[in-house]
Structures are given as structure tokens and as C-alpha cells.
């Protein structure tokens, strides 16, 4: 009888943008000694701004290597005659990733 060998980490996404930021981030999650076979939709434990998902790929060079791109948008900033007089709010993200694996060969 074969043994399950699927080793299951769970990675931590998180970024923080300013009020009139916008931009793409990405982070690397790797699972040394393995070989990426599932990955999990994000759980998103908070989130602002114009924010979301934009990939969560396995690189195909290295299959124990998850790449991770959010976009994340600050919400913006009110000015009047040119002077910001509000901010509306800061972009963020904090979300978990569950990922399986199995050994590599």
C-alpha cells in the first residue's frame, strides 16, 4: 500500500500601498523539495482600496516555486485648488494561500 506523501504549507500574502498608489506585487512562495500540484483559491482576511487577484501561477521552470501578482490600489486622495485636503484611504491585502505538493523525484 502506497503512502500519502502530499505535504500541504500554507503562505502568507501581504502588501500595503498609499492613498494614491496603484501597482502590481508579486511574491514567490516556494516549497523546497517538492513539486506544486494544488494551490488554493486566496483566503482574503482583509483587503482595501481597488484591489484583487491577478495570477496565482506555478512557474513552469521550477515547479516548487508559486508566484503571486495583486494588484493593489490605494483609494485615492480629494484636493481642492491642487491641495489635498482628504485622503480616502490606503490599498491593501492580507490573504493565505494553501499549497500542496509532492515530493520531487
Not at 481597488?50 to 486622495?77: F, I, R
Not at 485636503?85 to 491585502?93: A, F, K
Request: aromatic residues 6%; charged residues 20%.
Amino acid at each position: 500500500m502506497e503512502e500519502n506523501t502530499q505535504q500541504v504549507s500554507t503562505h502568507k500574502f501581504y502588501a500595503i500601498v498609499d492613498h494614491s498608489e496603484s501597482v502590481d506585487i508579486t511574491q514567490r512562495f516556494q516549497m523546497i523539495g517538492c513539486r506544486i500540484t494544488e494551490v488554493s483559491a486566496p483566503h482574503e482576511h482583509s483587503r482595501n482600496g481597488h484591489t484583487y487577484l491577478k495570477s496565482a501561477v506555478v512557474d513552469p521552470q521550477d515547479p516548487s516555486l508559486l508566484q503571486v501578482t495583486y494588484h493593489v490600489q490605494g483609494k485615492g486622495v480629494r484636493t481642492v485648488a491642487g491641495i489635498v485636503v482628504d485622503r480616502l484611504g490606503r490599498g491593501w491585502i492580507d490573504a493565505d494561500f494553501t499549497v500542496t505538493g509532492i515530493p520531487l523525484e
